[in-house]
């Protein structure tokens, strides 16, 4: 059974830094893409971060230089380290996962979590 549950959202000032993680069963990270997205009400899910097979990486345009996903193997977690927020990272953020290739379509992932808010206020 595939899970994903994350978790590290909160309220925080611009320029501080959080890190958000997503715990997963049922998947090992090292044989997967594990991708965060983010959504604002009325708005599109973006795609905002991913991981292949545990090694390769890719950002989107808004994440690219302040924002950095990574693995923990000893607890099966993606951590996607937020830094220098900005009021226009406000959103819900999710973790998705699949099999094979990654790609920064949503529909794509197969298993989704139920997403953690964070908060940037200026």
């Known amino acids: 059974q595939e899970a994903l549950e994350e978790s590290g959202g909160g309220s925080v000032q611009a320029g501080e830094s959080l890190r958000l993680s997503c715990a997963i069963s049922?998947?090992?990270?090292?044989?997967?893409?594990i991708a965060w997205f983010r959504q604002v009400p009325g708005k599109e899910r973006e795609g905002v971060a991913w991981i292949y097979n545990g090694f390769g990486t890719n950002y989107g345009d808004s994440a690219r230089g302040r924002f950095t996903i990574s693995p923990d193997s000893a607890k099966n977690t993606v951590y996607l380290q937020m830094d220098s927020l900005q009021p226009g990272d406000t959103a819900m953020y999710y973790c998705a996962a699949k099999q094979s290739y990654c790609s920064w379509s949503r529909n794509d992932y197969a298993s989704w979590g139920q997403g953690t808010q964070v908060t940037v206020s200026s």
């Open positions: 049922g998947y090992t990270y090292r044989r997967a893409c």
